[in-house]
């Protein structure tokens, strides 16, 4: 069976203009096109869009995307066992969410028992496997496994009060960093408490601290995009704002 950009766009659920980018940036191409200028997909495209589309959901970009597909290397079949080991850890998160939402209000009903723990348990499990979809890669790549592994382990550890003051204290540090970012000046005093409230939200998570690697991961702030966008979303240049500021926090 063979499809128009139409027809593909309302089958898969996204957009004619999706599928004519993916074919600008050589990542889904449509079979042939027609004289009268239809482009015609055929079932190969449409079982490569929807390896795409599985790679999207699970937070990988385009330009991954494009990489991994047109490698001499790839297995459609190993591929798709792949995504269905990925859903079910999915699974598996929200599954322990729901039964800490079910526990809460359990406990708020006087009906069970509650901890302290057991209430940020599956919150804090979720976070770090967020964390892991989204940056992962980069940041395996550029620490190691084991120092990954480590930071996961603390994540875990933490206390109800612990992760509590992590994430009040990611709360100041972003608000402080919007103010200090919009007098463009990375050297102020402003910038550099900035910096110093990123050193001590690393300590939640990193085994050991150094300079060097503050510096780096400042770096990396700029040079990934999943994570200048998030900075950037705090106000319009503040990924390199802040990675300015690190180079003066750690002379």
């Known amino acids: 069976m063979t499809y128009t950009t139409k027809q593909l766009a309302r089958l898969a659920g996204i957009t004619s203009r999706s599928l004519r980018f993916y074919d600008q940036i050589g990542l889904l191409s449509p079979r042939r096109t027609t004289h009268n200028s239809y482009r015609v997909y055929t079932q190969t495209e449409v079982d490569l869009l929807q390896q795409i589309l599985f790679y999207r959901e699970l937070g990988l970009r385009l330009d991954e995307i494009k990489t991994l597909l047109s490698s001499e290397d790839f297995d459609e079949i190993e591929a798709l066992k792949s995504h269905l080991a990925a859903l079910m850890e999915r699974k598996q998160q929200i599954d322990m969410i729901i039964q800490n939402v079910q526990n809460t209000i359990a406990s708020k009903e006087g009906k069970k028992k509650m901890s302290d ?20 890669k980069e940041i395996r790549e550029k620490y190691g496994e084991q120092a990954v ?35 463009g000046d990375p050297a102020s005093a402003l910038a550099q408490e900035v910096c110093d409230l990123h050193r ?52």
């Open 117 to 136: 723990e057991q209430k940020f348990e599956g919150l804090k499990k979720h976070l770090v496997e967020e964390n892991d979809r989204a940056f992962g």
């Open 149 to 183: 592994e480590d930071s996961n382990a603390r994540m875990m550890g933490l206390s109800q009060v612990q992760y509590t003051a992590m994430q009040n204290l990611s709360d100041e540090m972003n608000q402080k960093l919007k103010i200090a970012c919009q007098t």
């Open 200 to 251: 001590q939200w690393l300590g939640y998570t990193w085994k050991t601290y150094s300079k060097q690697a503050h510096l780096s991961l400042g770096q990396m702030y700029v040079a990934d995009e999943r994570f200048k966008a998030y900075y950037d979303a705090i106000a319009p240049g503040c990924a390199e704002f802040l990675a300015e500021a690190l180079k003066i926090y750690c002379q």
